[in-house]
């Protein structure tokens, strides 16, 4: 500033003229100014990944987007700027339309859009167009060019009034269109692009707002959009593409503000003069800092602010003045400078801050902290306290000179309540209970809160109540609410949360999109995992049992394996001692065969070439065993006499009986031979009809 000295006066009233709270303070937000259309995708709090099909306009006049069919794109959060986007896919034909209104055909135009555009896009797909046939004959829009890399701002006529500017794919976009004052231009990242002289108002037509379709459908991103039914002043534009710029992170022409990469990228505002004279005084934006009235603003002169948040500031780290017990939950940080980047000196300037959404139990305690000497600490600064006093919720500082380029400010206070400076509204979601929808919130104080209200709206844009927590449902005490959706649909809906105050005047505290579809599936696996997770803890239970009875289990065990190898040396020792026996038994059995052959009958037997010298004697035998032998048993023995290693099988196939009918004609022959042996039953058989056989 000019001068070091500080002039105060702190009151509580709104400060001379009227501070405008449009993107980078220009236009007001209540439908009675030049500002059209504000589609910000970071308004609505939402989850990534969900299908938006209600973009809320912040404009006042409710020019809403919602997709014309399907489900409309998705949202996510920008990796650089952490700000919301849409993400539109031209697979599914995600696009979204703003009904037709009177004001939507202006006569004049400044249309500013930041989007990204994939190399995927089709030909021609570009962010925003409004115009009714598909030669681009009337209205206006920011497209691209058939085949290159070329965006296309035009107004009225595509070959008369358009303008090209080179881009490159996959890489954000600021592109803005003026038509009004004689000409039409169009810039892109504050570049001026091209200029046509036009004389005429824009064609009108009754079209709706196309975005994400330009005559093919957009692969890519958008992330704002903002129109205005004049054309903008030269001052204006460069706020509003300082204020996009900042935000993005975007490198851009005119830059006028440095400080994006200490984390000053909220709610940038400004107030200016330019060199065609066109000026700004006065600036408030969507953020609660309003400066205005500079004292000795020259041309080519700008004073900016952005915001970081306070615990991501360095200089609040570095400490607060004596007496000082907190400070203002954001930090702001100004650029007073000029286009070629040299500090400037706007004069002093009157500061209000807007405490509507902010508890501030003692407003008395509030002072004003200024970085004056620009060391990065409040801690050194003398705090700028209290004039007077009254319950209105602006605190305004009147001529303040100590701002400059650098310097830091935020509100600190002397009070010693714990929930100074917080936000009313702590938070504001949804929770899924048995299937069902409720709208939750918190808030840190009920203070002149007589009455909350939610509602909702769809694709039809209209907004309908969906219930209300009255004054005699609020005891003070609790500071979480709740409200169920009786009426939650399939879809997209954006909620809204408002306060009624004690004057009766209804201030929005904020909104919720919320997919029905996204959160049931959520909520499914959200169920599942709460069961897999009691499914644990009861395992990790049990497993803390056995450890404390694993002594016994261990003791357990070594008895039961005791018993088991006990159990298995008995089975070894049957089987061993079984098989001994047969080998006994066979060994007895190969010494009688031994002895037959000493008398030719073990050769007949052994030998089959020698067979003929010895035959079973049928006669013989069932005079022995005193039974008559049947034609199956006859023609077994004989084959086990052929071949006494013969199996059962090959048996019951020579003499075509079954497998049991084999073992039965055999149990038979035992029992009439009086066979005994439990093995080598065969041959025992077999020398034994040889025996009988071989005896004169």
């Known amino acids: 500033m000019k001068k070091l000295t500080i002039q105060l006066l702190l009151v509580f009233s709104a400060i001379y003229g009227v501070s405008q709270e449009g993107p980078g303070g220009v236009g007001e937000t209540d439908g009675t100014s030049s ?28 020019n809403h987007a919602r997709p014309e069919s399907g489900l409309g794109p998705t949202y996510s959060k920008d990796s650089s700027s952490k700000k919301g986007v849409l993400n539109f896919n031209r697979m599914w034909g995600d696009h979204l339309i703003v009904n037709n209104t009177p004001l939507m055909s202006p006569d004049e135009i400044s249309l500013y859009v930041v989007g990204k555009i994939s190399a995927e896009s089709e030909e021609w797909a570009g962010f925003v167009l409004k115009e009714s046939g598909s030669k681009w004959e009337n209205g206006y829009g920011i497209g691209r060019n058939a085949d290159s890399a070329q965006l296309i701002g035009f107004t009225t006529d595509f070959n008369t009034n358009g303008v090209k500017a080179s881009f490159e794919y996959d890489e954000w976009q600021l592109a803005s269109l003026h038509h009004g004052m004689g000409s039409l231009e169009f810039y892109n990242r504050g570049e001026l692009m091209g200029y046509k002289p036009v004389t005429e108002a824009i064609t009108k037509n009754s079209s709706t707002m196309w975005i994400g379709w330009t005559g093919s459908h957009l692969d890519g991103e958008v992330a704002e959009i903002i129109m205005y039914n004049k054309r903008n002043s030269v001052v204006e534009r460069r706020l509003i593409e300082n204020y996009l710029s900042t935000k993005y992170l975007l490198n851009a022409e005119e830059d006028l503000y ?38 000795d603003l020259d041309i080519d002169e700008y004073l900016l602010w952005a915001s970081c948040e306070a615990g991501e500031s360095e200089i609040i780290k570095s400490g607060l003045p004596d007496q000082i017990s907190s400070c203002l939950y954001s930090v702001w940080r100004v650029s007073e400078t000029n286009l070629a980047g040299e500090e400037a000196d706007v004069g002093a300037v009157d500061l209000t801050f807007d405490l509507t959404e ?43 000179s100590g701002l400059a380029h650098g310097t830091h400010f935020t509100l600190g206070t002397t009070s010693q309540a714990a929930q100074v400076f ?11 209970i048995d299937s069902a929808l409720y709208l939750n919130w918190k808030v840190s104080a009920m203070s002149d809160i007589t009455a909350f209200l939610v509602d909702k709206a769809g694709k039809a ?29 399939q879809g997209y809906s954006v909620y809204r949360l408002s306060v009624v105050g004690v004057d009766g005047d209804t201030t929005v505290m904020g909104h919720y999109g919320f997919d029905h579809d ?3 599936q959520a ?50 020792w049957y089987f061993r001692r079984r098989y001994s026996k047969a080998k006994k038994e066979k060994d007895l059995l190969l010494q009688q065969i031994d002895e037959l052959k000493k008398k030719g009958v073990a050769l007949s037997v052994t030998e089959p070439e020698s067979r003929k010298d010895l035959e079973l004697d049928k006669s013989k035998i069932e005079q022995t065993i005193d039974s008559k032998l049947g034609e199956s048993a006859w023609m077994i023995l004989n084959l086990i006499f052929e071949n006494p290693s013969i199996s059962n099988k090959d048996i019951a196939e020579e003499v075509s009986l079954s497998l049991e009918g084999v073992s039965s004609s055999l149990r038979r022959m035992y029992a009439s031979f009086d066979i005994t042996t439990s093995s080598n039953m065969k041959i025992a058989l077999i020398m034994k009809a040889a025996r009988i056989s071989s005896e004169r």
């Open 523 to 572: 909520y499914s696996i959200r169920v599942i995992e709460e069961e897999r997770q009691k499914l644990s803890e009861e395992m990790a239970k049990s497993h803390k049992t056995i450890e404390k009875s694993r002594k016994q289990i261990i003791v357990e065990r070594l008895v039961y394996i005791s018993i088991g190898l006990l159990s298995i040396f008995i089975v070894i």
């Open 461 to 489: 844009n209209d907004f309908i109540p969906v219930g209300s927590i009255g004054e005699s449902d609020l005891d003070g005490k609790n500071m979480q609410f709740m409200i169920k959706d009786p009426n939650s649909r």
């Open 422 to 432: 917080e936000p009313i509204l702590l938070w504001f979601k949804d929770e899924i």
């Open 518 to 520: 996204v959160a049931i």
């Open 35 to 62: 500002l059209l259309l504000w589609l910000n995708a970071d308004y609505t709090k939402q989850a990534s990944g969900i299908h938006v099909g209600l973009w809320l306009d912040q404009s006042g006049y409710s």
């Open 358 to 400: 902010i508890v501030t139990p003692d407003l008395e305690g509030i002072v004003l902290l200024i970085d004056a000497d620009n060391d990065g600490s409040f801690s050194n600064d003398k705090p700028i306290e209290a004039a007077n006093n009254n319950q209105l919720r602006e605190v305004t500082f009147k001529s303040v």
């Open 258 to 295: 440095p400080y994006e990469a200490d984390g000053f990228i909220h709610d940038l505002v400004g107030l200016g003069k330019a060199e065609d004279g066109s000026e700004h005084v006065v600036s408030k934006g969507p953020g609660i800092v309003s400066i205005g009235s500079p004292s």
